[in-house]
C-alpha cells in the first residue's frame, strides 16, 4: 500500500491535489498578519510621509486616529481597523518606499560614492579636473578651483595634526557640495 505524496502541488487548472483552488487558511492568516504589521509602521510615520505614500484618505485618516489614541485597548483596535484598511492598500509599493525612506535608495548611494571618488581624485591629481571641466563645460572653474585648493591646504594641515586633535573638514565639504550641485 503506497501513500500518495503529503505535499501540496498545483496542477494545470490552478487547484491542489485535495481539489482547492484558493490559499489556505493559514496562508490568509499569515498575509493578514503581515498587512497588519505594515500598518503598525506606517502608524510609526510622520504625518508628511504619509502624506507621500499612495494610500486612500480612509486609510490616512485611521492612521492618524490611531496615532493620536492614547488608550492601550482603543490604540490596539485602531490597530486592527488600520490592518483590515491594508488589505485594499498596495502593500508592495508602501513596503518599497519605506525600504527607500530607510535604506536610501541604491541608486543615491552609488551616485554618492562616484561623487567622493571624484572629489578624492580632484584633490590627489589636476588631471581630474580637465575631464570634469571637459565633462561639464559650464562649470564655475575659478569657484572648482579655489575649492580644490583649499581642501588640499585642510588635507595637508589635518596630515600634521597631533594624535587627538580633530581634523577639519570643512574644505572637504564645500568641494563635495560644489560637485553634487554641477553633476545635479
Do not use: C
Request: proline share 4%; net charge neutral; no cysteine.
Amino acid at each position: 500500500m503506497s501513500f500518495p505524496d503529503t505535499e501540496n502541488t498545483v496542477d494545470d487548472d490552478g487547484y491542489d491535489e485535495n481539489g482547492y483552488d484558493r490559499p489556505s487558511k493559514s496562508q490568509i492568516k499569515r498575509e493578514m498578519h503581515a498587512l497588519l504589521d505594515l500598518g503598525k509602521q506606517l502608524i510609526e510615520l510622520s504625518p508628511e510621509r504619509l502624506r507621500k505614500l499612495p494610500i486612500e484618505e480612509r486609510l490616512y485618516e485611521a492612521i492618524r486616529e490611531a496615532q493620536r489614541t492614547t488608550s492601550r485597548e482603543g490604540l490596539r483596535r485602531q490597530t486592527h481597523f488600520v490592518g483590515k484598511l491594508m488589505r485594499a492598500a498596495p502593500a508592495d509599493e508602501i513596503r518599497h518606499q519605506l525600504d527607500v525612506w530607510e535604506n536610501g535608495s541604491r541608486e543615491e548611494t552609488a551616485a554618492m560614492h562616484r561623487l567622493e571618488g571624484l572629489r578624492e581624485r580632484l584633490i590627489q591629481d589636476d588631471e581630474a579636473l580637465t575631464e570634469l571641466l571637459a565633462r561639464y563645460p559650464g562649470a564655475d572653474v575659478q569657484h572648482l578651483r579655489a575649492l580644490i585648493r583649499a581642501a588640499r591646504k585642510e588635507t595637508q594641515n589635518n596630515a600634521a595634526l597631533q594624535q587627538g586633535q580633530e581634523p577639519q573638514r570643512k574644505q572637504y565639504r564645500a568641494l563635495f557640495q560644489a560637485l553634487k550641485s554641477l553633476t545635479k
